[in-house]
């Protein structure tokens, strides 16, 4: 090859490669998925993170309970969510199961008690009327005791929401009107109530548990008088006309005990301790006047 060509040759370029670069296009309708599906991982992940332990409840009727939907609460704050309805395996219970959340995790203690918020027509008195458009919630008075997990629940509220207070029984030969809930009075002023009744283990008299409010609850002494104040009590006189004595309408319609203390010298009463109750009270009891010191509310 001669030399001019060869420098032609050398002095030619080469073609180059050109790069198309493309540009990445996003189409539009997929942003509102995309943001839809991290903002519920989010509301998942949250969810998750809000919830702590489950714990088993076991009740006689769950009726009205929505697996999802109803709350437990305490003290009109929702701690709590259920997550399944189930029947026991001999079919006498109904077992619920709640998810509590983890800020209330202390709440399942041993002692904590559970029941069933449904409204209901009581004596001189219509409660819980919100329930019939929410539906029945669930609520909880908390334990003391160490962590549990499986829980039997009350059938009804408990008559006293303070965790303290004096628990004594009556004993009588017929029950009469008297049921869970009935007041208990001191000199007309309601200080606790029947927290329930039973048969006695020989089935010969009735026996009637009351909760006395700690702030009443040194009225009681080992010699006080308890009896029934349900009904009327009608005493016709020929100048006087008549005198008709009733506690409360309450107490007309559901049923009532009142008690009396003489002496207060006596020791109070303890937890436990069994009384008598009369029919009606004897003329002096109702005269008793003893001076007895009684906390402030709080």
Known sequence: MSEPDEKSHQGAELP???????????PVVWVVPVVAAIVAGYLVYHR??????????RFRNGGGLKTGETPLK????????????????????????VRLKRSAASIAQEGARFWIVRPGVGVGNITELGTIITGP????LPGAGPPKSQFVGL?????????????IILLSSRLGALKAGSPVYY???????VQNTELTTNATAVAIHLTIRQRY?????????????SGLDVKLGLFRGAEINVESLRSLVGGGIAFATKDAREEPARDGMIFHLEDEPKKEWLEWTPQIVIPSAP
């Open 187 to 193: 000199r007309g002023i309601e200080v606790g109530a």
């Open 155 to 167: 059938e009804n509220a408990p008559v006293s929401l303070e965790p303290q207070g004096l628990k």
């Open 74 to 97: 305490y003290r009109g704050v929702n701690i709590g969510e259920v997550r399944a309805i189930e029947l026991s395996k001999d079919k006498q219970y109904v077992e619920v199961i």
């Open 137 to 140: 919630h669930m609520e909880v």
């Open 48 to 57: 998750v993170q809000e919830f702590g332990v489950k714990i088993t409840i």
């Open 16 to 26: 180059k490669a050109k790069v198309k670069h493309r540009k990445w296009n996003f």
């Open 217 to 229: 609850a040194n009225l009681v002494r080992i010699g006080s008088k308890f009896w029934n104040a």
